[in-house]
């Protein structure tokens, strides 16, 4: 196979200066050199999350070793090894973690954090999976924990969090409850696994939860929103739930009754996926494999892609971000 000449530049979306989605840039960059134990992968598509959103706004502060460039997940073709780098060989098809940059023609990632893509899945449906895959397995199965036969409880069930949430969960033998903001969405949260969709606009999901649970309560909560959601997740939570908390939607200050915490012997974890090691990252990458890599290759689970833009209409896709209208994933195709 003959060797792709990788070029001296490339086309990269840029943050000009904190704002709105109108400052993201389109600007050219030289190509990036990989490291010890990366790889260069020229992109085929990224997606697009609700960090990219806060790294643009100005809300969301870089590890010092991070790309600036925004863009978490990436898929494409790897052009290039940095020394050390044994786990691909060019021209190998990868889905990555990016720890940056990946909304580019070329991005530079670790070699323990990229992923066969499976035959099933096209380079834009491979682009929608490492962020919100990782994410998920990482806060549901590695920290909070969760078994076949226990429930779910995940507030934004059609975002790209929730649906990816759904569909592990329920692949995992688990009973899911899922919150949205509209009959449409609680229909399609439905549509994909979710035992039970609520709206929270016209119901009260706490009184929905304890109904459905004939009153035991969720075994874990999965929760982007936090603010005054903490208390009604605490109190719907079953003896010895898990509650696993990712965002702040509606803000990360409230005020709180422990009392649940030590009377159901509760357990409280979060985290971030950004600023985690090399190290952590890998494991959370090996252990995703070792628990849901037939599912993925199989096609059992599998991203659920909303809208495609392409690079030069990156401003767009973080309007429909911004805006929530989406169901599933937004993906950037970086070669149209």
């Known amino acids: 196979m003959k060797r792709f000449e990788i070029p001296a530049s490339m086309r990269a979306a840029a943050i000009s200066k904190p704002g709105g989605p109108e400052v993201l840039q389109v600007v050219r960059q030289s190509v990036p050199l990989a490291r010890d134990h990366e790889v260069l992968i020229r992109v085929a598509a990224a997606g697009v999350n609700r960090p990219d959103v806060l790294q ?11 790309n600036p460039l925004p863009g978490l997940e990436v898929a494409g073709e790897v052009v290039a090894l940095g020394a050390g780098a044994t786990r691909w060989a060019i021209g190998d098809k990868v889905m990555a973690l990016t720890h940056g940059g990946g ?39 590695m920290r909070a924990a969760m078994r076949g036969g226990e429930t779910l409880l995940v507030h934004g069930g ?23 903001g ?52 605490l109190d719907s939570l079953a003896r010895d739930g898990r509650y696993s908390i990712i965002a702040f939607l509606q803000g990360s200050v409230a ?3 422990l009392r649940p915490v030590l009377g159901k012997r509760l357990t409280l974890t979060g985290s971030t ?18 628990r849901f890599g037939e599912a993925i290759e199989s096609g ?3 991203p659920i892609i ?22 599933g994933k937004i993906v950037l195709n970086i070669r149209s």
């Open 56 to 66: 643009r706004l100005g809300l969301y502060p870089l590890p010092p070793d991070a």
């Open 255 to 257: 005020e709180v009754d």
């Open 158 to 180: 059609s975002s790209g969090i929730g649906t990816t949430a759904i569909q592990m969960a329920k692949a995992a033998g688990g009973q899911v409850i899922a919150t949205a």
């Open 306 to 327: 909303d809208s495609i833009f392409a690079l030069g209409d990156v401003a767009d896709a973080h309007r429909l971000m911004e805006s929530s209208a989406h169901m």
């Open 273 to 290: 996926l950004r600023p985690q090691s090399i190290a952590e990252k890998a494991l959370i990458a090996h252990d995703l494999v070792n």
């Open 300 to 302: 059992k689970l599998k």
């Open 103 to 141: 909304y580019a023609e070329f991005c530079r990632v670790h070699e323990d954090h990229c992923l066969t893509i499976p035959a099933g899945l096209t380079m834009l449906e491979a682009a929608a999976l490492p962020e919100t895959y990782f994410t998920v397995h990482y806060n549901v199965f």
């Open 182 to 233: 509209s009959a449409e969405k609680c229909a399609f949260c439905e549509k994909i696994g979710a035992d039970r969709a609520i709206n929270y606009k016209t119901e009260d999901w706490q009184a929905a939860v304890k109904t459905f649970t004939e009153g035991l309560g969720v075994d874990v909560v999965l929760d982007m929103v936090a603010g005054s959601y903490v208390q009604k997740n």
